[in-house]
C-alpha cells in the first residue's frame, strides 16, 4: 500500500524568505500523480502544485516549485519569497496513474500535513 | 461560478440518525470524491466514483455509503451516525482522475 510522509509537523519563515517542507512517499508504482495542498485557516483546500511522475522536469506555479526525486521518492514543496498569505497546513498527496489498471486508481492518499507559519 | 457545493455546512446529530450530507459539482466532471479531515491524521479518502455508477471504497469506507446516480451529485450517506465520526467532511471533484482536484467548503459533522 501507498503511504505519504510529512516529517515536519510544523515549521515556521519570515516573511519574504524561503522555505522547504518535506514529502517522502513509498510505492511500487512506477506512474502516479503528486500534489501539494493548501489548508489556510478558512479551511478551504486548494491546489498548489501537481505533477505527473512521467515528467523529470520539476513543476513550478510562480513563488511555488517543487524538487521532485523519482528514485528517493521525494517531493518537496519550495515557497520562494514568503508571504503573510502563505500561513496555512500544507498537504502532500499521492494517487497511482489512471492508465495503470489493478484497482485503487482513484485512491488519493494524504500525509498529516505541514503547519506553516510565515512571520512578519 | 465553477464550484463544489455541501450541504448542510454544519450539522450536530445524535447517534443512530440516519443523515445525507449532499454534494453537487457543475464543472462536468466525471471524478467525485468524499474525505474526512480529523486533527493528526490530515485528510483520509471515505468513497470514490470515477464515473457515474462507478464507485469504489477509499482507505475508510466503514459506516458510510454513497451513490452516484448522476454526474453532478455524490451524496454521503450515513445510515447509523455513531461519535467517532464526528469529522469535518469535503467533497471534491476533477475532470478525470488523477487532474485537479476542486473541494467544496467542508461540512462540520459532530455526533452527540
Known amino acids: 500500500a501507498q503511504t505519504v510522509t510529512q516529517s515536519q509537523p510544523e515549521m515556521s519563515v519570515q516573511e519574504a524568505e524561503t522555505v522547504t517542507l518535506s514529502c517522502t512517499y513509498d510505492t511500487s508504482e512506477n506512474n502516479y500523480y503528486l500534489f501539494w495542498y493548501k489548508q489556510p485557516p478558512s479551511r478551504q483546500m486548494i491546489l498548489v502544485i501537481r505533477q505527473e511522475a512521467y515528467k523529470q522536469q520539476n513543476a513550478t506555479e510562480n513563488r511555488f516549485s517543487v524538487n521532485f526525486q523519482k528514485a528517493a521518492k521525494s517531493f518537496s514543496l519550495k515557497i520562494s519569497d514568503s508571504q503573510l498569505g502563505d500561513t496555512a497546513m500544507y498537504f502532500c498527496a499521492f494517487m497511482k496513474h489512471r492508465a495503470d489498471y489493478g484497482g485503487s486508481q482513484g485512491n488519493l492518499i494524504f500525509g498529516k500535513g505541514t503547519k506553516l507559519s510565515v512571520k512578519p | 461560478e465553477a464550484q463544489v457545493t455541501q450541504n448542510p455546512r454544519y450539522l450536530i446529530t445524535v447517534t443512530g440518525k440516519k443523515l445525507t450530507v449532499t454534494c453537487s459539482q457543475n464543472?462536468?466532471?466525471?471524478?467525485m470524491s468524499w474525505y474526512r479531515q480529523d486533527p493528526g491524521l490530515g485528510l483520509r479518502q471515505i468513497y470514490y466514483?470515477?464515473?457515474?455508477?462507478?464507485?469504489d471504497k477509499g482507505d475508510v469506507p466503514e459506516g458510510y455509503k454513497v451513490s452516484r446516480k448522476e454526474k453532478r451529485n455524490f451524496p454521503l450517506i450515513l445510515e447509523s451516525p455513531s461519535p467517532n465520526q464526528t469529522s469535518l467532511y469535503f467533497c471534491?471533484?476533477?475532470?478525470?482522475?488523477?487532474?485537479?482536484?476542486?473541494f467544496g467548503p467542508g461540512t462540520r459533522l459532530l455526533v452527540l
Open positions: 464543472m462536468n466532471h466525471e471524478y
Open positions: 466514483s470515477m464515473n457515474v455508477e462507478v464507485t
Open positions: 471534491a471533484s476533477s475532470l478525470s482522475v488523477g487532474e485537479t482536484q476542486y
